[in-house]
């Protein structure tokens, strides 16, 4: 891998590659392939998924294991990377920085042990900067991943169908179940699926589900132009972003992507990203868009109660920040009382559900989900690590 490269054009290389290949995300058939379907990578520490360009690439990655971190993280928990392990690249937003804290005269100020005192300064203009993570399987001592994927939703289990239920009554879609073919009417507002029956209940599921993903595009919701024709740039975008989104929903809902009769846009995608590489990203970045608003409206109908702990509890591992200082969360205890850890002077602190400190916290984290847009882990404000794990010694 050719760490100078943009991870936008490392992962339309890689796709470009895939889809002549017949063997991108988009070709694998996840009953007959079941362990070399996508998966949505995520933090083994927080339980928080990676988001856009960069859960399409880990998800492109060949592991089995959905479990990624970076080598800080990884040490944290006394884990070691195996000698011949290769990082991979992946990109963040930074919209903060730690600079020294400064006097009246312009002088840095220095705390009672010497040491300079360090506030957390809101850029101007966010930065995206690079990072590398490894996967568990290139790491010694990680837990099992047995036990992890034994509390997965199930492919053509009821949970699958319930939570695709649950997301059909949110979002109130109609769906007529009487045409040749599967597609979304803008006009009519509605999801039409072909009469005849699909092959498996998967396959109709899936389906579903990528007709949904396209009226996520109607003018009340995330208004895209859904009014191109079939053979031009335009319409080969959106197809490419709802099978993306697609992707990413089948892997959360446990219900796999089909690729169906999609791949007549196989050609009109790979002369797209071979022009512009850098369209890759914006339809991750619109992909994750649509994932995060079907995920809000059943959020907010109180249709899958599962979902909130994620959006109202502090994870290990979160960096917030609050007042101009950022907090590491280094431990959970008891009765919700965490241990954190205040950046700028190492000073640890524990605090309970009771104190401001964890309310503010906790606000500072419900804010950043719901209102910035990063391709990390939702809940982590990121900071710059001492060291890139790609100069790690071997």
Known sequence: MNNNQPLYQLVAGKLIHALISGNSPFQKDSIVEPDKAFQLAVNPLNGQKYKG????????????????????????????????AKPTLVNFTRFYELRPKLDASGKKQHDESGKVKMESIQL??????????????????????????????????RIAEDRLNQLLQACQTKIDYSGARSYYDPVKDLLVLPEMPFQSEQQRQAATLHELTHWTGREAG?????????????????????????????????????FGDHGA??????????????????????????????????????????????????SKGDVL??????????????????????????????????????????????????????????????????????????
Do not use: C
């Not at 592991?63 to 993280?73: A, H, I, K, S, V």
């Not at 970045?285 to 702990?309: C, F, H, N, S, W």
């Open 53 to 84: 360009l960069n859960a399409l690439w880990l998800g492109m990655q060949n592991f089995n294991d959905p479990r990624w971190l970076t080598l800080r993280q990884a040490r944290s928990n006394k884990w070691e990377v195996r000698p011949d």
């Open 124 to 157: 101007e203009k966010p930065e995206i900067r690079k990072d590398w993570v490894f996967n568990a399987q290139q790491l010694i001592g990680v837990p099992s991943l047995e036990q992890y994927r034994s509390e997965l939703p199930q492919s053509n289990g």
């Open 222 to 258: 995330l208004s895209r132009d859904l009014s191109a024709e079939p053979g031009s740039p335009l319409y080969a975008g959106e197809e490419l972003r709802a099978a993306i989104a697609t992707l990413m929903l089948g892997a959360e809902l446990g219900i796999g992507y089909q």
């Open 265 to 314: 846009y196989v050609p009109d995608w790979i002369d797209m990203l071979k022009a512009v590489p850098l369209e890759i990203k914006h339809a991750a970045t619109e992909a994750q868009k649509i994932v995060d608003y079907l995920g809000g409206l059943e959020r907010k109908m109180k249709l899958d109660p599962a979902v909130t702990p994620e959006l109202v509890a502090l």
């Open 321 to 394: 920040l609050h007042n101009q200082n950022s907090y590491t969360v280094q431990q959970l205890l008891k009765n919700q009382v965490v241990k954190v850890e205040l950046t700028e002077t190492g000073q640890k602190i524990k605090v309970s559900p009771q104190d401001g400190l964890y309310k503010n916290l906790l606000e500072a984290k419900k804010n950043f989900q719901n209102g910035i847009d990063s391709d990390l882990p939702a809940g982590i404000i990121a900071v710059e690590t001492p060291e890139p794990a790609f100069k790690m010694k071997r």
